[in-house]
């Protein structure tokens, strides 16, 4: 478990303004997710194959590397970043 102490001269308690970005960063990565799934959509249909099925073959190289097929593996990675981090947001807790 890793921990956080923040200090601040001003005398304005931290804990609201800290909650603030990390829901407003959380929010980010949220709509970065829904638009990566929206993508990986497109290509699922385009291709007729799930991205896990897709991320499979090409990692055993079973398919011919494209631009599209890079495209496409690229945006699962960035979809599993952008989830990591989200999950990292939400199990943030405060101590009291």
Do not use: C
Request: glycine letters at 4%; hydrophobic letters at 40%; charged letters at 30%.
């Amino acid at each position: 478990m890793a921990e956080l102490t923040l200090v601040s001269p001003s005398q304005h308690p931290l804990q609201p303004l800290v909650e603030g970005a990390l829901q407003n960063a959380l929010r980010l990565l949220e709509a970065g997710i829904r638009r990566s799934e929206q993508r990986l959509q497109e290509f699922e249909a385009r291709y007729g194959l799930s991205t896990t099925d897709f991320v499979q073959r090409y990692e055993n190289d079973e398919l011919e590397e494209t631009l599209e097929f890079a495209e496409w593996i690229g945006e699962s990675r960035l979809r599993q970043r952008l989830q990591e981090k989200a999950d990292v947001l939400r199990a943030i807790r405060f101590a009291d």
